[in-house]
């Protein structure tokens, strides 16, 4: 293959690329609370599609946007089996994310040559380790940014062009992306409302209207799922404590529990320009870089929103470098006319030193992009042993208490009746129940709450007999009966 033919099929390399690497690593994509939570919701919304009711099963029914698991309620439509299906979603929304990223620097430098803007794509994003643990997991991180790149791309296009014929896809995948992830509003408004105003300054009420309409549509599957639930988006627990002074803090306690980072959010907010998360050469643009970059009007509306997007994520007790992906993404295009200088006039006087500082970027992502993705996938290994565990030791309809991997058991243990250890303090333990704990690992987030108080009250009330131990501390103990 021809290495322009190569750039061209980035996406679709890209895709394939994640699933040899699933494969290789037998992983399936779930790993912690929110990736089972998602799996939960998409076969609910299967459920719903085939018309069976859904009752009201927890936090997540309010908290989790429902457009990830919608897509992949979607896929199993088609025959897939859910998880499959969820993993199939983001490995294809990874493709999706690319693409439109591409169509979005064709619209704000329509000048640069294909082989730049492609190879740029390819490093700084697709090699991104965020970005690929997005499209290797069970997590709305890939289809939440390929929506809002697609938004994106139509916005920019009428606000660069003056076609409004895409106004109307912009709206639409604006909606999309805004039911796939919450957050997203703060990154995608300021370019929607300068396409508002373009359409309304022009006179073409009629296409504003239309527009209003595709958004809508768009937003229907939200509130179709949404129906006879309790509490809305604003009942987000990260939202209830949202604030501006959290930009100067980096400890945070509350119903998610105690949380201390090495830095405040005012910096990590900043961790998209420099982080092995996202790109460490990145800064090197800087010295690239020129005023002239966002002389573009639609650059300085995208500048605009990524400073909004960066301190609402600023605002929130929690850091989480999976919500930067987005803000990434957007600082590339800010970021693109520095490359296009190096790309362009490196290749021609400076093609070894050019050449050789696109090699080692690539190597450096790519060694940057095992260190993030092994954690990932020893938490899924770690999940699945302990659920194999389990289902051999505990007879069918054993009762067993857990925390923090309470959830991912719900989808392994079909014949277990598991209760959180979070969602209540409990009052008693019956004998010949189980606990799984991990006592030094959830100790200092969790004192004094419903997890590490019940986990308290079982130590010092019932006979606790160890079964098994596991990796990184994990005890699974029978309640032999309250202590004499």
């Excluded at 309304?200 to 006879?228: E, Q, T, Y």
Aim: charged share 10%; glycine share 8%.
């Amino acid at each position: 293959m021809q290495p322009l033919h190569f750039l061209r099929s980035l996406p679709a390399v890209t895709v394939i690329a994640l699933a040899a690497i699933a494969i290789a690593l037998s992983f399936n994509g779930l790993y912690g609370q929110d990736a089972h939570e998602y799996l939960r919701l998409s076969r609910a919304c299967f459920d719903l599609l085939q018309g069976l009711p859904y009752v009201h099963a927890g936090r997540g029914d309010a908290e989790f946007a429902i457009g990830y698991p919608l897509a992949g309620a979607l896929f199993q439509v088609a025959g897939l089996n859910a998880v499959a299906a969820l993993q199939v979603v983001s490995a294809l929304s990874a493709g999706v994310a690319l693409y439109f990223f591409n169509r979005c620097l064709l619209v704000l430098t329509p000048g640069a040559r294909m082989e730049s803007r492609l190879v740029f794509a390819g490093v700084g994003l697709a090699l991104a380790p965020c970005f690929l643990r997005a499209g290797l997991t069970v997590m709305s991180d890939a289809l939440g940014l390929a929506m809002t790149m697609a938004a994106l791309a139509h916005g920019l296009r009428v606000l660069e062009t003056g076609k409004i014929g895409t106004a109307a896809g912009a709206a639409f995948f604006a909606g999309l992306a805004l039911i796939t992830r919450f957050s997203m509003a703060a990154l995608i408004l300021p370019v929607m409302l300068a396409v508002g105003v373009y359409l309304l300054n022009n006179r073409r009420w009629a296409f504003a209207l239309v527009c209003i309409g595709a958004a809508g549509l768009a937003l229907i599957p939200h509130f179709w799922f949404r129906a006879g639930l309790p509490g809305t988006v604003l009942d987000h627990s990260l939202l209830q404590d949202w604030s501006a002074l959290n930009l100067f803090r980096g400890a945070f306690s509350n119903s998610n529990g105690t949380a201390a980072y090495t830095l405040p959010n005012g910096l990590y907010i900043l961790f998209p320009l420099a982080h092995p998360a996202f790109c460490l050469a990145l800064p090197g643009l800087l010295l690239l870089s020129k005023k002239t970059d966002l002389h573009l009007t639609s650059k300085k509306i995208l500048a605009g929103s990524l400073v909004l997007y960066l301190l609402f994520l600023g605002g929130i007790p929690h850091q989480n470098l999976r919500y930067l992906l987005p803000a990434y993404a957007v600082l590339l295009m800010l970021f693109f006319p520095a490359w296009d200088r190096l790309f362009a006039y490196g290749s021609y006087f400076f093609k070894r030193l050019t050449y050789s500082i696109i090699g080692t970027t690539i190597a450096v992502q790519m060694l940057s992009g095992i260190w993030f993705i092994r954690p990932v996938v020893a938490r899924n290994h770690l999940e699945t042993t302990i659920a194999t565990t389990l289902q051999r030791r505990l007879p069918s309809g054993a009762v067993l208490f857990a925390f923090d991997l309470d959830i991912a058991l719900h989808s392994y243990l079909k014949n277990v009746r598991i209760n959180s250890l979070w969602e209540k303090q409990y009052s008693a333990f019956p004998p010949g129940s189980f606990i799984l704990f991990n006592e030094a690992g959830l100790q200092q987030q969790w004192s004094g709450q419903a997890p590490m108080l019940n986990w308290e009250l079982a130590k010092s009330n019932y006979e606790l007999s160890e079964s098994d131990a596991f990796e990184g501390g994990w005890r699974l103990y029978e309640i032999k009966g309250p202590l004499k």
